[in-house]
């Protein structure tokens, strides 16, 4: 049983990094290219300074999967977050905005997941003090 405990919480832990790259990616590619996502929201009549705090979030978010902080309600803000943005991308004429829209609603359920399992054992409990 030890071995299944150790697979499992590397996968916990995997699995929280790697829906954590796509936010931190996210957070990167609003950083160094504002402009794609300002003409996005600008497109939905939304204001582009909304950009900043979407680049934060992401960020803030992403970190906090890896280091398994706060993990359940992160996660929780994570899947709302997607299934929200996932909107942004219901162009029913263009297949690649809908495999987004679908993609979006995938990574909403991992972290429903993570919200409902925890993320396994390999994570910091609380922030150092």
Request: glycine letters at 14%; one cysteine or more; aromatic letters at 12%.
């Amino acid at each position: 049983m030890g071995g299944s405990w150790k697979l499992q919480d590397f996968a916990g832990w995997l699995g929280r990094v790697l829906i954590a790259v796509l936010f931190l990616a996210g957070a990167v590619q609003k950083a160094v290219n504002p402009e794609a996502a300002i003409a996005l929201l600008a497109g939905w009549g939304l204001p582009g300074a909304l950009i900043w705090p979407a680049l934060v979030f992401n960020a803030g978010a992403g970190l906090a999967l890896v280091a398994g902080v706060w993990l359940r309600p992160v996660a929780v803000l994570l899947a709302g977050y997607c299934g929200l943005t996932s909107f942004f991308h219901l162009v029913p004429d263009d297949p690649w905005q809908m495999s987004i829209f679908v993609k979006n609603w995938a990574i909403a359920g991992g972290c429903l997941v993570l919200a409902a399992d925890g993320g396994g054992r390999w994570r910091l409990r609380r922030l150092p003090k």
